[in-house]
């Protein structure tokens, strides 16, 4: 229960806050700062910003403020903040990408381990349809070094979202096409697989709260064989408790009717039939990945939803 209750505010505060909401935030701050509306890149990212500044501002409130329904987690919220300072601290720029991730982790040959084989698939689906856009708009090295406003993007977001840690080897320019399309992979993985992967099964893992409690009460037993059902219900938050985490988790895990799904792009922001056609094929690459995933779900006891692209949107906007 005590691990359990470690790993929701680890969850919470860093995989889900730090990294996917408030990044997403940076990126898309950066974005509006850096870049003109007629820049492809802007008309290539600006849709996977959709909501997000109003998300974290509302978050920001009724979430993770002082008074917010994360201040009551085990840490409260000053330790939460700490908690927070320092995964930020040590987050490098390779956690981020998922597959060095997967790597680095030693998971590549765990089996039934559908969060990797799904989000791998996707990454390379991304990573495809981010080549060919940016293939496209940069045909050489030299034309990535002399865009101003991408040099000046990616020194907002390094300055301003890693505070300049160069420790976290994220990058403060940008030499390379190759370079630019592995940051511009992982920012619209970051802001649509990942953040669904995080985001999407928390009434699933949370609403019963001795599953796993942003809550507990009393220390960790320091005594073997102390434990009795007595002391397990102490631990245990009380129903009011219990019942605001629940509908937080509920209303954080809701779909809602005007959502915008991964790769789909209502507004016509670009005119080149290259870029249309790229879309197009990103799009039916997608759908494919959808139908494969809803297959092999039907093979499981628990089928696994997260990364099915129907299940994802195109934005941090919940
Ligand atoms: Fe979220």
């Not at 496209?136 to 101003?148: G, I, Q, W």
């Amino acid at each position: 229960m005590f691990i359990r209750n470690a790993d929701c505010m680890d969850h919470q505060a860093v995989e889900h806050l730090v990294k996917t909401h408030f990044l997403a935030e940076v990126y898309a701050v950066a974005t509006l700062r850096s870049f003109s509306a007629i820049h492809p890149l802007y008309k290539l990212l600006f849709p996977h910003f959709r909501y997000t500044l109003h998300i974290n501002t509302g978050g920001r409130r009724n979430l993770f403020g002082p008074e917010g329904a994360l201040s009551k987690s085990s840490l409260g919220y000053e330790g939460l903040t700490e908690l927070m300072r320092r995964a930020l601290s040590e987050t490098t720029y390779s956690s981020l990408c998922l597959p060095e991730n997967i790597i680095a982790r030693g998971l590549e040959s765990v089996p039934n381990f559908y969060y990797r084989d799904d989000g791998l698939n996707l990454w390379n689906i991304v990573n495809s349809f981010v080549k060919a856009v940016v293939g496209y708009y940069y045909p050489s090295d030299s034309e990535v070094r002399k865009d101003t406003e991408l040099q000046e993007w990616i020194c907002e977001i390094f300055t301003h979202g890693f505070l300049g840690n160069t420790a976290s080897e994220f990058p403060a320019s940008f030499d390379t096409v190759e370079e630019v399309i592995k940051f511009i992979t992982m920012l619209i993985f970051t802001v649509t697989g990942q953040h669904a992967a995080v985001n999407n099964g928390q009434f699933d893992y949370y609403s019963w709260g001795p599953n796993e409690s942003l809550l507990l009460i009393k220390p960790p037993p320091t005594t073997k064989g102390q434990s009795s059902m007595k002391t397990i219900l102490e631990t245990l938050p009380d129903v009011g408790d219990t019942v605001s985490f629940a509908a937080m988790v509920w209303l954080l895990s809701a779909k809602y009717t005007d959502e915008v799904l991964m790769g789909e792009y209502p507004d016509e922001r670009f005119q080149e039939p290259a870029a249309k056609q790229m879309m197009k094929k990103f799009q039916a690459e997608l759908s494919d990945l959808s139908e494969a995933i809803s297959t092999r779900n039907l093979q499981l006891e628990i089928p696994y939803t997260y990364l099915n692209p129907t299940e994802i949107e195109n934005s941090v906007a919940i």
